[in-house]
Each structure stands twice: as C-alpha cells, then as structure tokens.
C-alpha cells in the first residue's frame, strides 16, 4: 500500500516560537497513525497544516496526493475531520448542521437526506436529528462531529482529541464506533489524543511528538522495545520527560470556558 | 455549484428569523426615529419646505436600519470565529469567494428585510410612497445592504476582539449616517459640510431609495446607482480579500 501522506521537513514558526521544527513522517493507505505529545507539542499546528487551515514556514507535504498550499481544493475533498475544540453550530438543528456539510461538500441532493440519515444512526442520534444542538450534551455534540466528518466518506479523517473532556462510557462508545468504520470503509485515520490506552487500541503506528520535533517514532512494540518498557505511556513519559508544560493559545481552557456556557 | 452560496446564505437567514428578539429589538432605534423626528420637525419643515418631513425622512430612517443591520452580521464572523463554526467552513471544498459572496448576501438579504419592516411601518404612520418606484428602491436597498455587509465583514475579518466590534462599529457607523443626507435636505448647507456629505457613499445610497420612493433626487438617478453598486462591489472584493487571508 502507498501512502496517502507524505510530510518532509516540516517547519511552522508563529512570531519567533517554532511550533513545528522540521517534521518528517508518512501514513500509509487505510492505517490508523496517532500523533502523541505533551500540550503545546505541536500535534494541532500540524493537523491545521495537513488540512489548510494554516500555510507551513517551510517544507512540502502531500495530503491524497496533493499539495495543501497549491491544491487546498482537492486536499480539501479528501479528508474529513474532528476538531479539537468544538465546530457545531449551536442554533441549528443536528440535520440542519449536517445537511450544511453536504451542500458544501457537494453531495447530489438525491443522496443527501439519505448519506444524513445513515451517519446519524451510526452515533445513535437520528432521534434527536430535529433537536437543536445548543440542548444536546458534550458527548452527543461530539458523536455529531464525527458523523458529520465523514458523510461526504473521506480517504483520510483526522481526528484531533476527539474524546477531550468526555466521560469513560461516551470514550469507549466512540472509539468503538470509529473502529467499524475504519474496517469496514478502510477509511486512513489520523488521530491526536492525551489518553495512551486509546492510542494503544486503536493506532497500528505512532509518532511521539514533543517541542515540535518527532522524537520516536514506529509501532507501540517498537516504542515499547526502544524505551524498554512495559506500557505505552510508560514508553510516552520516557521519551518526553515528566516537566510539564505551558501551552500557547489554549485551547483546552477555551474549551472548558465553552463548557460552561453551554451549561454541560 | 452555487449549493455553497446558497446554503451559507440559508443558514444566516434562517438565524435570523429565529431570533425574534433580535428582529424586534433593532426596530427600536429607527422607530424612534421615526416619531420623534418625523413627527417632531414635521410642522417646521412644513412651513419652510413646504412638503412633508415625514415622507423625507422615511427613506433615510429605512437606510438607517438597513446600514445597521448590515454592518453589525460581521459580528457573525467573530462568533463563528470564536464558536468554532468558522473552522467547518474553511476547511471545506469551496472557494473562500464563495463564503464571503454567501456571507455578503446572508447578511444583505436580512438587512433589507428589516428595512422592508421598517418601511410597512412608516406606512402605519403615514408614509405615502410611488409604488412605482419599489423596484428601484429594493435595487438600492440590496445595494446598500452588499456594501455594509462586505464592509462589517472585512472588518470582522481582521478583528478577534468580541467586545471590540460594536464599539469600532459604531464609531464608523454614527458618521456615515449622520452625515448623509438621511435627516436634512442638502439645500443650503455650509460647503465643507457638503463637500464630505459627498464623499460619503450612503448618500448615494439615501438619495436613491429617496428618489424611488418620492420622485424626486439631490442629484442623478444614475450617479447614485453607478456610485453605490461601484462602491458596494470594491468593498466586497476587498473584504473577499481579507476573507482569504484569514488563518486559525
């Protein structure tokens, strides 16, 4: 199998702070890679690059074949994705929400209330598809963001942090969700997350990231072997240290402040 | 594939009918307006003009509501920004001309529906138009609403700061307004007045619905049209240009 993404010496600068500093790594076709690191380590910076939501400083990628700063377009038709923080529009309904996604994606009317259908019965949320998203709670606005990224069945989906702040059972629920799709649709996943139980499920490669440089990178035995541990996350603590870190912009404060406005 | 446009114009209209409070409260400012100037300075001008003030000030009180709507949807664009929901559109596979042209006539379209609100209310009050003149004053309208929605949204474009927007808003808002023929007759008026009234592009604007409406222009029917629909498209190719340079 080929790869579906090809990253050479990736560099991100934001005003003197190097966020990503020159990154190389490749996904093969139809596997599911996680991007582990401590916060501020660089993980969301690069997904924004891959998915031309921000130009790199320098360095060359290939999303699906294409270049995301020349042919954002195709790039753009190619993925599908879960932001970390959340993207819903809450004074819309969960079909309005998604029934938007298909319009801008292109999806033939013919198919549209169908494809809308199907995914929403995927997450268990067809139910509640007349209910405005403002009532709905964070799991549920969660399992709405992952079937609205792959109504218009994307080659690769990026999933960044996708169960931040969710309890046990939603967690559970979703990766057993993301699971039989990507068997079955053979779908290329491209994930960040912080719990290494997760990633130790669901990942056939992993890349640790960490000041914006990839530190190890290879399956969780080969990180395993490579450290001489036992665990995944003891692997993870061996490689980055155990300092802890400050992260610009954060995201995940924003996130919780959202939270709480959203009364959940 | 005008789907994108579509649906990005669907979904401001839709939050905008939902939100009655939103619909309700903006009549206010030009109700008020309305009767108290309309009503007010009506037996003055009167006496000096020696036509109604109310009929003169109504298509300028409709610009007033149509300027103001349009000009605070920007704000759409930092909530969206803020809220996340800005990231869903810029990742999909449509042109950021596209999403600012679908940004533009959202907003445009429920800028004039507040002003066609507004003018059904002069009508409760006494505004007695040309019917004749109401496509050419729609025309105007919609003109007038692509240019300060353009505008609000090059703004927003640039700006991050919830708080910030009203008060920048206004600051531009309060002059454009005040200084465009909407209140007074521009007979008579001291030349350096005059002479930013005209380098102001809403009196274009007011002069035109006040033609459609009245019969009667300050100056051309056509300098108005070429002047506003020249100025309305530079603004929405500039603020398509800040649109695609906006990273998150």
């Known amino acids: 199998m080929g790869n579906i993404i090809e990253v050479k010496d990736l560099v991100k600068n934001f005003k003197g702070l190097t966020a990503v500093d020159n990154i190389s790594f490749t996904v093969k076709e139809g596997e599911t890679f996680a991007f582990l690191g401590p916060n501020g380590a660089g993980k969301t910076t690069t997904i924004k690059m891959l998915t031309t939501l921000l130009h790199p400083t320098n360095g060359s990628m290939l999303v699906a074949g294409f270049d995301p700063v020349k042919e954002s377009d195709k790039v753009r038709h190619s993925f599908g994705i879960v932001f970390q923080d959340p993207s819903l529009d809450t004074d819309l309904t969960a079909y309005e929400n998604l029934l938007f996604h298909a319009v801008m994606y292109n999806i033939p009317k013919k198919e549209r209330d169908k494809r809308i259908k199907e995914v929403l019965k995927l997450v268990e949320l067809l139910d509640r598809k007349d209910s405005f998203v403002k009532t709905f709670s964070g799991g549920m606005q969660r399992r709405l963001e992952i079937a609205r990224s792959i109504i218009h069945i994307p080659k690769i989906l990026f999933l960044d942090e996708p169960t931040i702040g969710l309890d046990p059972q939603t967690r559970i629920h979703i990766w057993q969700h993301m699971k039989k799709l990507t068997i079955e649709s053979k779908m290329t996943v491209f994930l960040t997350t912080h719990y290494m139980e997760e990633a130790e499920k669901m990942a056939d490669r992993i890349a640790i990231i960490d000041h914006g440089k990839i530190v190890a990178q290879g399956t969780v035995k080969e990180l395993k072997s490579k450290t001489k541990t036992k665990s995944l996350e003891q692997a993870f603590l061996a490689l980055t240290g155990h300092s802890l870190r400050e992260e610009a912009g954060n995201a995940k404060n924003e996130f919780r402040q959202h939270s709480k406005l959203w009364g959940r | ?248």
Do not use: C
């Open chain 2, 1 to 248: 594939m005008m789907g994108a446009i579509y649906i990005m114009w669907l979904r401001q209209v839709k939050k905008y009918w939902r939100s009655k409070a939103r619909l309700i409260g903006s009549l206010g400012q030009p109700i008020l307006f309305l009767v108290a100037l309309g009503f007010g300075f009506n037996h003055i001008f009167e006496n000096a003009m020696g036509t109604s003030y109310v009929e003169f000030l109504v298509p300028g009180v409709i610009v007033m509501s149509i300027l103001f709507t349009s000009m605070f949807t920007g704000i759409e664009l930092i909530w969206d920004r803020q809220f996340g929901f800005l990231k869903e559109t810029l990742v999909a596979p449509v042109s950021r001309t596209k999403l600012m042209l679908g940004r533009t006539l959202g907003g445009a379209t429920v800028a004039v529906a507040q002003g066609i609100i507004v003018m059904l209310i002069a009508l409760l009050v006494g505004f007695r138009p040309s019917l004749t003149g109401l496509p050419i004053a729609l025309l105007f309208m919609f003109l007038i609403g692509i240019l300060f929605t353009a505008f609000g949204t090059a703004i927003a474009s640039r700006l991050e700061d919830m708080q910030a927007f009203p008060i920048i808003i206004n600051f531009i808002i309060m002059p454009l307004f005040f200084l465009s023929g909407a209140l007074f007759p521009l007979q008579g008026i001291p030349e350096i007045l005059d002479t930013i009234i005209r380098f102001n592009p809403l009196t274009y604007g007011v002069d035109g619905v006040r033609y459609a409406f009245g019969g009667v222009a300050h100056f051309s029917i056509f300098l108005d049209l070429g002047i506003i629909a020249g100025i309305a498209l530079f603004i929405l190719a500039l603020g398509t240009y800040l649109f695609h340079k906006i990273e998150i």
